[in-house]
């Protein structure tokens, strides 16, 4: 157990909580870095992912109006709220290229806010309108919407996309079922 806490502790995940002359009853807490990662492994376990079809998706006209905007180049939309993410492959390959353990753990990395838009939101600036990763060849687009809904839309690397004109259209097309 020693070994396990000596070596989370060298990663910055724990940090002693009583002198380091004590040798007996030593008292371990999370830090910041240890609290981001349990919180994640939580999101990993209790968040559902589901694939589904386009009328299964809560705004099938989201995905009919990126569809017509991005052609090929649009990979996956995901829908997702904070227990429960619905997601929509344009690509076959794509759905089954990842397992359902990648999927989560993409999901909540990429929906996570603590890292990058909480420390923002306190700065005069406030938080981002969307956040964009550029991972294996793909571009994926962070939008955040009203009642904890996020999107995440992933688009060909090589797209030539204006990342404003991508975050109103979300806007737009999501606003009708986010006031239902």
């Not at 809560?58 to 997601?87: F, H, K, M, N």
């Not at 404003?164 to 097309?173: G, I, K, S, V």
Request: hydrophobic share 40%.
């Amino acid at each position: 157990m020693s070994r396990a806490l000596s070596e989370l502790r060298e990663r910055g995940i724990v940090e002693l909580l009583v002198p380091e002359s004590q040798q007996k009853g030593r008292l371990y807490g999370l830090t910041d870095l240890g609290e981001l990662a349990y919180e994640r492994v939580a999101l990993d376990q209790e968040a559902e992912v589901t694939v589904v079809d386009d009328g299964e998706f809560p705004a099938p006209e989201l995905t009919s109006e990126l569809q017509e905007a991005y052609g090929d180049a649009l990979r996956a939309v995901a829908w997702c709220e904070p227990v429960q993410t619905r997601i929509r492959f344009f690509e076959q390959s794509l759905l089954d290229r990842y397992d359902d353990d990648t999927v989560k753990a993409l999901v909540a990395t990429l929906t996570n806010e603590e890292a990058i838009d909480e420390p923002l939101e306190d700065l005069p600036i406030g938080g981002p309108e969307l956040v964009a990763f550029a991972i294996d060849n793909t571009l994926i687009v962070r939008v955040p919407l009203d009642d904890g809904v996020k999107l995440l839309v992933s688009l060909d690397a090589s797209i030539d996309v204006t990342l404003n004109e991508l975050r109103d259209t979300c806007r737009q097309m999501t606003a009708a079922v986010l006031d239902s």
